[in-house]
């Protein structure tokens, strides 16, 4: 639900770091009702309007997960002749780690794999599309609560959770930032 994840992963193809784009993402949780069309044509027009060709992207638009996100670009590629032996997985700073998980679990085979996100501090993130401080806030939690969750249902590999963190993470789960939590 940010359009500089777009911008970042077409910087970088300018700058030669990949020869294609897979953008992935129809309408998800966050996305309803924000973009008027599934995330991956607006990220692919994005990236169009910064100079990258239509012929270097793939649009995949179907996935409504971080996990399906993973497999359906996977199968996008493979039906498409390419045969990745290395990645670049751009995505919200706050996704990183989550997005490193899934792809280990998703995509274990995967030689090699980057995973970065466009520069930002948190007071300056939210915008428009992203929501305020509250509501990225409530986002993050409800991450985090996933990076703990979702390997005992096989989304992600499991991660390490300092318990510096884990404390952060009740603090504001008991302050009201549950609004993303998994039911």
């Known amino acids: 639900h940010d359009v500089r994840v777009a911008q970042r992963a077409a910087q970088l193809f300018l700058d ?10 129809n309408v998800g949780h966050l996305t309803a009702g924000v973009f008027a069309k599934p995330e991956a044509e607006l990220f692919a027009d994005a990236a169009e309007a ?15 997960n971080t996990g399906q996100n993973v497999v359906f670009s996977r199968s996008l590629l493979e039906e498409n002749g390419h045969k990745v032996k290395s990645a670049i997985a751009v995505q919200k700073p706050y996704m990183e780690r989550r997005t490193l998980a899934t792809f280990q679990a998703q995509w274990p ?28 806030t409530g986002i993050m939690v409800g991450d985090m609560q996933r990076i703990r969750e979702y390997p005992k249902k096989g989304f992600q590999s ?12 009740e603090a ?12």
């Open 16 to 25: 030669g770091c990949a020869p294609l784009i897979v953008f992935s993402g």
């Open 50 to 64: 910064m100079g990258v060709p239509r012929d270097c992207m793939l649009v995949e638009k179907h996935s409504t």
């Open 109 to 136: 085979d995967l030689p090699s794999l980057t995973v970065t996100s466009p520069a930002s501090q948190l007071e300056t993130y939210p915008n428009e599309s992203t929501g305020n401080l509250k509501e990225v």
């Open 158 to 169: 499991e991660q390490p959770i300092p318990d510096t963190v884990w404390s952060a993470y």
């Open 172 to 183: 504001l789960v008991k302050a009201g930032f549950t609004q993303h939590l998994m039911k």
